[in-house]
């Protein structure tokens, strides 16, 4: 039996591994068209990236055709590189260091030589192509902007590098990938599907037709369209009333989370990404890292709240019953929380309630409602994460999680920060008073900000902003839909409100006002710093202001954010002011003056200060 059963063995294994040869090297073809065989050359068919529109339709992001020269090192042969580097007007060592680059790419496999030749380049190499052994070209689409705005939302396209080959083996050498923005985001639905043709090659490498009839070929597909949620109209207004400014501002739909204009400035027209400049022109705005056009200040840019903030405390002054709207506390130019201990306050000092507190912006009245609220709890701990809990309610201190690549969490203290910073104990409400006027550690995003304003306006929910509005093909994220209540009751929302409506009437707003358009704003003024030299200095303070209109059934909310621009509303609010505007009254705009002064006013002065060595205007 054993003399049988080894035999046995090796027979049945050396059959089935000859089955298996068998099948492979006659039956099944599929691995010759993904070998390395040289008969078979893989021709790439790429499609056209989808469209971007803006909600009202209008055509933002087009293509244009663009054509690649790729190489393939081991098929070069006799040539002219002498005629070869004049028509492409290159020189011999910018053409053996493409080549090199090639060979260690790899000597059999193409690579690009020569990327985004206009059509002028390429009819002149194609008319010559046929004595460039090795080399031979890629047709692709670039985007073609009919806009000169939005550039921090489309983002740009760019070659792969192999890093991402490595990462994601559907890129191949030169093909193009989107960075940033929506291009980033949205990249396997707006890229499409690229087509793949196996060409048959005879010996002496002519080609020969499609291998196996084009039993393997594949079509393109073009890429999906998509509508994006932004207003281009407003985009282009917000981005020419910020010029010779730095900041954001960012537009929300309260009843959608649809962000509706989204601008950083300095910005830069898209147009600059495309085509053979595309490097030189990223390097250039990559290095300018004083005003930072390549920084997204409406979602990376984290500052000090200021006085916005204010309306949070009061809410959760409200919802913790330390106070009710006709609680009153006195002001006498500011407020003392402790032995020597004292915040100063512009509002002019009395009585403030609620509604005048809001309105007349005074510190004196948060710094009491802030200080109620903490020591309500019989260890200062427990009062700050009470107050954190209601604050991270509204999505702050988090990623907001919205449909865009980059993001900053912004900074919302708790006890365990404190404990940190204090580790012997002794923190209390009146070490962090700062808190209530939005300085001290709090930190939020233009983002955030106007997230927060969309939540007011709901009277306690909000949508996670979001910059898609539909997408060809495809359905909205589910949670773009989903509704998120804070912790604060809807009743506490009314009588803020109505002091936000103030702020405009006869509060720090009232020279803001707009005719037949029922404003909510407030005004804020927040301290800036930096470092210069390895010291820390004060720089001009930042003009902030946070809106939403109209009061009944709001249709935008906003957050503008001027660097170095002095108080709230001397810049941010103006301009919101403007842009609520143009937005509900679907560009007609009444306050002339306002604009005038937004559109050739200018702050290039205050940011040359930190070279300058002019002292900065700081509000005490």
Request: net charge positive.
């Amino acid at each position: 039996m054993r003399k049988i059963l080894l035999p046995g063995i090796i027979i049945a294994t050396t059959v089935l591994i000859v089955a298996r040869l068998f099948y492979l090297q006659i039956l099944d073809d599929s691995y010759i068209k993904k070998s390395d065989n040289n008969a078979i050359k893989i021709v790439y068919d790429y499609p056209e990236r989808g469209y971007i529109y803006d909600r009202n339709g209008e055509l933002m992001v087009a293509n244009q055709p663009s054509y690649d020269i790729m190489v393939i090192p081991n098929e070069m042969k006799n040539l002219d590189t002498l005629e070869f580097c004049t028509i492409l007007n290159i020189t011999k060592e910018e053409f053996l260091k493409k080549i090199d680059k090639a060979k260690v790419y790899s000597p059999r496999l193409p690579s690009v030589f020569l990327p985004q030749l206009n059509k002028i380049e390429y009819a002149a190499f194609q008319e010559k192509i046929r004595k460039y052994d090795g080399f031979y070209i890629q047709k692709r689409s670039l985007r073609d902007y009919q806009v000169e705005v939005g550039a921090n939302i489309f983002g740009y396209i760019t070659q792969v590098n192999e890093a991402i080959i490595e990462k994601k083996p559907y890129y191949k050498s030169g093909d193009l990938i989107g960075m940033q923005g929506v291009e980033q985001t949205y990249e396997e639905i707006l890229r499409g599907i690229k087509g793949v043709k196996y060409r048959q090659r005879d010996r002496f490498n002519k080609d020969i037709g499609s291998y196996k009839e084009g039993k393997y070929d594949t079509i393109s597909v073009q890429g999906s369209d998509i509508t994006l949620t932004i207003d281009v109209d407003l985009q282009k207004y917000g981005e020419a009333l910020m010029k010779n400014k730095r900041g954001g501002i960012v537009a929300i739909e309260p009843k959608t989370g649809e962000i509706l204009a989204l601008v950083t400035a300095p910005s830069y027209n898209p147009a600059l990404l495309v085509g053979r400049e595309r490097s030189k022109n990223y390097t250039t705005l990559y290095n300018d890292s004083i005003a930072m056009p390549l920084f997204d200040r409406g979602l990376l840019a984290e500052y000090p709240p200021g006085s916005p903030f204010k309306i949070l405390t009061a809410l959760v002054g409200l919802q913790e019953g330390v106070i009710d709207e006709k609680t009153q506390f006195l002001c006498h130019g500011g407020f003392s929380y402790g032995r020597g201990a004292f915040m100063r306050c512009h509002c002019g000092s009395g009585v403030r309630d609620l509604n005048v507190g809001i309105y007349k912006s005074c510190n004196a009245y948060f710094g009491n409602v802030f200080k109620l609220s903490i020591d309500k709890y019989n260890k200062p701990k427990f009062g700050v994460n009470a107050w954190s809990n209601h604050i991270q309610s509204f999505g702050l201190g988090n990623f907001m999680g919205y449909d865009l690549p980059p993001g900053r969490k912004g900074h919302i203290p708790t006890s365990k920060y404190y404990d940190r910073w204090y580790p012997n104990g002794g923190w209390k409400s009146s070490t962090i008073i700062s808190n209530s006027i939005g300085q001290g550690e709090i930190l939020m995003t233009p983002m955030q900000l106007a997230s927060m304003m969309a939540t007011i306006a709901n009277e306690g929910y909000y949508y996670t902003p979001h910059i898609i509005k539909k997408i060809e093909g495809h359905k909205i994220d589910k949670k773009f839909t989903t509704k998120h209540v804070t912790t604060i009751d809807k009743q506490y929302y009314k009588p803020v409100i109505n002091g936000l409506f103030d702020v405009y009437n006869s509060g720090t707003a009232a020279g803001l006002r707009v005719e037949g358009i029922e404003i909510c704003g407030k005004t804020g003024t927040a301290e800036n710093f930096t470092k210069i030299n390895g010291q820390r200095v004060q720089l001009t303070d930042h003009s902030v202001f946070v809106a939403f209109a109209p009061r009944e059934n709001p249709k935008i909310a906003i957050a503008v954010l001027v660097e170095n621009g002095y108080w709230g509303s001397r810049w941010a609010g103006p301009i919101a002011s403007l842009m609520i505007e143009k937005y509900v009254k679907k560009d007609t705009i009444t306050r002339k003056d306002l604009e005038r002064r937004m559109l050739e006013g200018s702050l290039q002065f205050e940011y040359e200060k930190v070279t300058s060595g002019q002292p900065f205007t700081i509000n005490r």
